[in-house]
């Protein structure tokens, strides 16, 4: 059972930036593939990204594309969000997620294992 602990939310401006991050324990963190997903306030749960388990591949959500980039540590059993140039509508709780195979349907069908969250505001 992989236990994964989100950190980093916080409040900060539009247009600034934020680094989010995701600690794992309980299983071998590099046979994993991590994603980040968000829920705002009165809206449904959206995929915003994922990487494979070496890190060698990424995808995101048409609308952080550019702005926000996903990446890991595996020796620290880490992956971050860096989310830049943060807008209004990014405020959200941000929940980091776990794999056992790297798909890119995370969109659809979800991920394995997920953690609690982690609550970002963005102030106009």
């Known amino acids: 059972q992989v236990q994964l602990v989100e950190s980093g939310g916080g409040l900060v401006q539009a247009g600034g930036s934020l680094r989010l991050s995701c600690s794992a324990s309980?299983?071998?963190?590099?046979?994993?593939?991590m994603g980040w997903f968000r829920q705002g306030s009165g809206k449904e749960r959206e995929f915003v990204g994922a990487?494979?388990?070496?890190?060698?591949?990424?995808y995101y959500a048409y609308f952080v594309k550019g702005r926000f980039t996903i990446s890991r540590d595996n020796a620290k059993n880490t992956v971050y969000l860096q989310m830049n140039n943060l807008k209004p509508e990014d405020a959200a709780v941000y929940y980091c997620a776990a794999d056992r195979s790297f798909r890119y349907d995370y969109e659809s069908y979800g991920m394995d294992y997920w953690g609690k969250g982690t609550l970002v505001f963005v102030s106009s």
């Open positions: 990487i494979s388990e070496s890190g060698g591949n990424t």
């Open positions: 309980g299983g071998t963190f590099s046979r994993f593939a």
